[in-house]
Every structure is written in C-alpha cells, then in structure tokens.
C-alpha cells in the first residue's frame, strides 16, 4: 500500500475553500454587529430622552447639555446606568457606538444622531 500525498491543486483549492468560508462568515458578522450597533444606538437614544424628561419633571427644565445630566446623576437609577456600555462619555458629550456624539436640543429635551451616525444607519 503505498501513502497518499495531496497534489498542490488539491491543497490550494482546499486553502480556496477555507478563504471563501471565512470570507462568508467575516461578512454575516459585520452585518451583525452593525445591526447590534442600530439597536444599541437607538436603545441609549430613547433613554436618554427619557432621562431628560425625568430631569424635567425634577427640576422645571431640561438640561443644558447631556453632560449635565450626566452630573446629576440622571443616567443611573437604582445605580444602574441606563445606556450601554457601548454609549460612552468624554469631556462631559456623550457618545454612541460609531463614535459619534449625540446631538442635543435643550428646549425640547429631544436627543438626535449625528449626521455621520445616520449615515451609518441608514446606509443598505
């Protein structure tokens, strides 16, 4: 009985395989994650409106900016915080999980994405 050895065309289309299987499983992941991303986003977005109006109903008036309420204390109940981890803050502006700051319109208490982040979201 003599040994098998793997011709080199078996061996790159067995390698040709592997890429396109990885190639395959690379992209569904991305497209999960962004999807994730969306959620996540619009998730934190609610409830920082939510927030405001809580922060409304407290003190007669919306903040003046998201890092306000933030230093009030009003992104965490029952020390729990109600954004996640993804949403974070830096120099008191709260940012979503593209990366991009959340806008805010103090009259209203409304919170909006960023242009770019819309982008993102909206992108097919």
Known sequence: MRNRVFE???????LIVIVVVIGVI???????ERVANINVAEMDRRNLILAN????????R????????????GLV???TPIVSKKTFFKNGTI?????????YDSKTGTVYFSKKSM??????
């Open 8 to 14: 080199p065309i078996e061996v790159i289309i067995l």
């Open 26 to 32: 690379y992209n569904r992941y991305n497209l999960f």
């Open 53 to 60: 109006k809580l922060f409304y109903v407290k003190n007669g």
């Open 62 to 73: 919306f903040p003046n900016d998201l890092g306000e309420l933030e230093k009030s204390g």
């Open 77 to 79: 109940i029952n020390s």
């Open 95 to 103: 940012y979503d999980p593209f990366g991009n700051p959340y806008q």
């Open 119 to 124: 982008e993102i979201i909206t992108q097919k």
